[in-house]
């Protein structure tokens, strides 16, 4: 299916469409007002781009020193090439340790590699414990946001999906009863777990340890009370050394909600008394990436989410219309190194306007990467056969002025002639559904241009 295809099912749902897009925006503006208040902000994020691009250009000595301090720390660190070896060492740590209950924070490393369904066919409950990720693994669904898991559920949804699940009262849908449920019905989850896992934000090589960012405090409960910790990680998260965390910090949260910090921002370097700690340092594609001179720079994303929250795409198409981990505009780039031939129309699902790369905390040029995913992929005829002979066809007009003024003369007398009900015909031309075109000119803009220039 294609992101166009995906994508009506969701903006099917008018209601949902508008009020997805304004939940997004207003997230978006809380940012803005955040960002206006720092006066240093550009300078922090050049700061931040500049740390990245020097760690993943020295990506091995980085992360085996991390390795090294973390050992030296008493953390066992495991390394994974792909997602089914993290998912076997993740379920291998579990045997090792009788483990059978497992509780989770928000770890997107993890839904890439489909983790919860490999331990639950291997006899693991798996219990998501953010709030939103609780939501949707109650009915199935993968995240839609990378912050924001649920945001395309409104609080009504919820109040349907905890009856359903969890014995609320029908219709009952208050935000602080939905939550107060979900936390009684974690807590007896959190006591239960024999073992805990959560994502890494930042791991510092100079100090082996690393940094877990939420706003629920559920990572900390979690891998709190759990005799074992397994800590999951992208081997981009690596930063230098501990006084780079803070140019990180300031630039997340308020990228990401528009707060200040995250509500937690939790340091583990050792294992706790008793407790085991685990970190799995996991490749999955990414050196492949680092290795694509025009797309390395993605993998300085930090995850906060904000080119999702400002792009008009993916604020009206949802995040299920990407079909992938990590949806939007950042998402549309990542995904074509996964498997180019499935994600062909990802790039494309971009008005190129340059708004995610204005607001990414790290200077990531998305909408250049977006455009020069849509060359390869034009290039490797990966696109879908219409948008092909399409695209074949306007490039012969385009290249052909005479037969481009031939067109437009004709297409000007046939707008001036046809009916309302074809030209808004919403299966012959949906763009027009929410749009009017103006009139169409007596003449062309060069032809004008021929006779006013003297
Ligand atoms: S690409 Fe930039 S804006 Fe988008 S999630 Fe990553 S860091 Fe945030």
């Given amino acids: 299916m294609t992101h166009a295809q995906a994508a009506d099912r969701f903006t099917a749902n008018f209601d949902r469409t508008t009020w997805h897009d304004q939940a997004l925006w207003f997230v978006r503006q809380k940012r803005d007002r955040m960002v206006y208040a720092v006066p240093e902000w550009e300078e922090l994020r050049e700061l931040a781009s500049q740390i990245k691009n020097h760690a993943l250009s020295n990506l091995d000595t980085y992360l085996e020193e991390f390795e090294r301090n973390a050992q030296a720390n008493g953390v066992k660190v495991h390394w994974a090439a792909n997602a089914q070896e993290h998912n076997e060492i993740v379920l291998s740590i579990l045997r090792e340790n009788n483990a059978r209950h497992l509780v989770k924070s928000k770890s997107m490393l993890t839904e890439e590699c489909h983790l919860n369904p490999f331990l639950i066919k291997n006899g693991v409950e798996v219990i998501d414990t953010d709030l939103g990720e609780r939501i ?109 965390l803070g140019v990180f910090t300031r630039l997340l949260a308020r990228s990401a909600t528009g707060q200040y910090s995250t509500a937690y921002t939790s340091h583990f370097h050792k294992p706790k008394s008793g407790q085991q700690l685990h970190i799995v340092i996991v490749d999955n594609g990414r050196i492949e990436q680092l290795g694509r001179p025009d797309f390395r720079a993605s993998l300085k994303c930090i995850r906060c989410g904000a080119c999702m929250n400002t792009c008009p795409v993916y604020r009206r198409s949802g995040g299920h219309s990407y079909d992938y981990t990590v949806p939007g505009p950042i998402g549309s780039i990542l995904s074509p190194n996964v498997d180019l031939k499935k994600h062909s129309t990802l790039p494309f699902a971009s008005t190129l306007c340059g708004s995610c790369s204005d607001v990414c905390p790290v200077k990531i040029d998305i909408h250049v990467q977006l455009y020069k995913w849509r060359q390869i992929i034009g290039e490797q005829k990966a696109m879908p056969a219409a948008k ?67």
Avoid at 169 to 193: K, M, N
Avoid at 216 to 240: F, Q, R, S, Y
Avoid at 430 to 451: C, G, V
């Fill in 136 to 244: 949707i693994q109650l009915i199935d669904e993968p995240p839609s946001h990378i912050v924001m898991p649920a945001i395309h559920l409104k609080k009504e949804d919820v109040g349907d999906i905890f009856n359903k699940y969890l014995g609320t009262p029908a219709g009952a849908s208050d935000p602080q009863f939905l939550t107060e449920t979900a936390r009684q019905h974690l807590r007896s989850h959190f006591v239960a777990a024999d073992a805990a896992l959560s994502g890494v934000n930042f791991a510092i090589a100079e100090t082996g340890g690393f940094v877990v960012c939420t706003n629920e405090g559920n990572a900390d409960l979690g891998v709190t009370l759990a005799p074992v910790h397994i800590a999951c990680m992208g081997i981009e998260k690596i930063i230098p050394k501990l006084e780079h």
């Fill in 388 to 454: 092909r002979l399409g695209m074949k066809g306007l490039a012969k007009v385009l290249a052909r002025p005479k037969l481009y003024a031939r067109l437009g003369r004709a297409a000007r007398r046939v707008l001036a002639s046809m009916p309302y009900s074809l030209s808004h015909n919403g299966t012959l031309n949906p763009w027009a559904i929410a749009r009017e075109l103006p009139e169409p000119p007596k003449q062309s803009f060069r032809e004008w241009y021929a006779t006013n220039a003297k």
